[in-house]
């Protein structure tokens, strides 16, 4: 076996990507796909062709087998079924973050925890000021979130002048900030439970956290008895992106194999293979073939599942669920006059001050508390002023906030109407100011 094929084999099993630059690829491709999407819809919308963008949203999709029907618009498709993927994608990101990211390190949580609770409870006490005595106060749950890919495409066109442990600051607190917004959806967000239904999803959830410390892997249980739990989910009441969460902390996340194990065995088998005179021809040795199989197969269980179903879905929900999340959701209609009056309704007055002003005092007021009264502390790379250029990027609430009102005013189209129209306004805006603030004002103070 040449040295060349060794290192390459050597490099296959020990070149294992960082899970944190594997996120932020994924969501900033997510961000400029998220980007175009949204244009698309907004012009589709305001186009001549608009009366086909809505006739395509509510199109029925689905199948029968007899007298048994099963269809919805493909709207309802994308907002219940898709995004379930992308919420079990976030569940495996936080599970990640909690075992082995900055949420696992006892300094870091406080901070993040903190700072995110500030970001969320502020904007929603906001909102409720302007809309205290309106039937839109049920909208309060909008401008706690933040679009995490959206937030993080911002600040990688300011990368240079900024820390990198700036950009896992604002993940951790993408995080807890998701976490928060995820409760807030199962709780609030929900009118009527069927507790035989949710009883049944729970005992699934139940029986997949068992079968992970049981030791079960197999990909196909999970995928079986996960979508059981979703559609008994979606039958309860609760909103079943929460499944889509608890599934996904069932999730296998740890090895098969201990790493040092996986380089003894791998090493040998290398060994094997260079006592062979030649090169090694995977194409028309069998032999070879298989050493080179059993080599992966050695890589593929010091991995675990975890890693690997969070890999296997970063590109598909940046690439594809997202953005028709986009395309399905972001098409407001409306000219100057509605604009203006949608941003001047209540519901567009909390939303925007909640996002733009909310996020501000929540997230650098928290960081503030923090470091005056010693609950936590920020990396070393990291001051208040790049905490403060972050809170102001924290104010892009795009999908998060856009699904939440889309729960919320689903029956009120011309609440949806206000509320999306200021949410675009919003991140446009809290985009702009965390730009220009990272850019000629955090960089003065380090």
């Known amino acids: 076996m040449s040295d060349d094929t060794n290192n390459i084999l050597q490099r296959g099993l020990e070149n294992i ?13 997510s961000s400029l796909f998220l980007l175009v ?4 819809a907004l012009w589709w919308a305001n186009s001549d062709y608009s009366a086909t963008y809505e006739n395509l949203i509510h199109t029925s999709v689905g199948f029968f087998v007899g007298e048994f029907e099963l269809h919805a618009s493909l709207k309802y498709i994308i907002n219940d079924g898709l995004m379930v993927v992308f919420f079990f994608l976030l569940g495996l990101e936080i599970k990640r973050e909690a075992l082995a990211g900055d949420l696992a390190q006892t300094e870091n949580r406080r901070m993040l925890i903190v700072c995110a609770v500030g970001g969320m409870v502020c904007p929603a006490v906001i909102y409720s000021l302007f809309n205290w005595s309106h039937g839109s106060q049920l909208g309060w749950g909008i401008p706690m979130a933040t679009d995490t890919a959206f937030a993080l495409g911002v600040l990688t066109l300011v990368r240079k002048h900024i820390p990198t442990a700036l950009l896992a600051f604002i993940v951790g607190l993408a995080i807890v900030d998701d976490i928060g917004a995820i409760l807030v959806i199962a709780l609030f967000y929900t009118q009527e439970i069927s507790v035989t239904f949710l009883f049944t999803s729970f005992t699934l959830i139940a029986l997949l956290g068992v079968a992970n410390y049981a030791g079960v892997r197999q990909p196909l249980f999970y995928v079986i008895v996960g979508v059981a739990a979703w559609w008994t989910m979606l039958k309860s009441g609760v909103h079943p992106t929460f499944a889509g969460v608890a599934i996904a902390l069932t999730i296998p996340a740890r090895p098969l194999l201990a790493p040092g194990k996986l380089l003894n065995k791998a ?9 062979h005179a030649g090169q090694v021809d995977v194409l028309g040795s069998r032999q070879d073939h298989e050493q080179v199989l059993k080599i992966r197969d050695y890589a593929e269980r010091a991995s675990t599942p975890l890693r690997r179903w969070e890999d296997a879905l970063d590109l598909p929900v940046a690439l594809f669920v997202l953005p028709l999340f986009a395309l399905a959701n972001a098409g407001v209609a409306f000219n100057a006059s509605s604009f203006i009056e949608s941003l001047q309704h209540p519901i567009g007055l909390g939303i925007v001050t909640g996002l733009v002003v909310g996020k501000f005092i929540g997230i650098s007021g928290a960081c503030w508390l923090c470091l005056r009264y010693k609950i936590g502390c920020l990396p070393d790379a990291i001051n208040i002023h790049h905490v403060i250029g972050v809170s102001l990027i924290a104010g892009i609430g795009f999908t998060m906030s856009t699904f939440i009102a889309t729960l919320g005013f689903d029956a009120q189209p011309v609440h949806l109407h206000s509320a999306k129209t200021s949410i675009l306004f919003a991140s446009v805006i809290s985009a702009m100011l965390g ?9 003065k103070g380090r």
């Open 267 to 275: 090493k040998s088998k290398i060994n094997s293979m260079q006592n």
């Open 17 to 29: 990507q960082s899970p944190f630059s594997n996120f932020i690829r994924a969501q900033t491709t």
């Open 37 to 40: 999407a949204t244009v698309a």
């Open 435 to 443: 730009l220009l603030y990272i850019r000629f004002v955090s960089t």
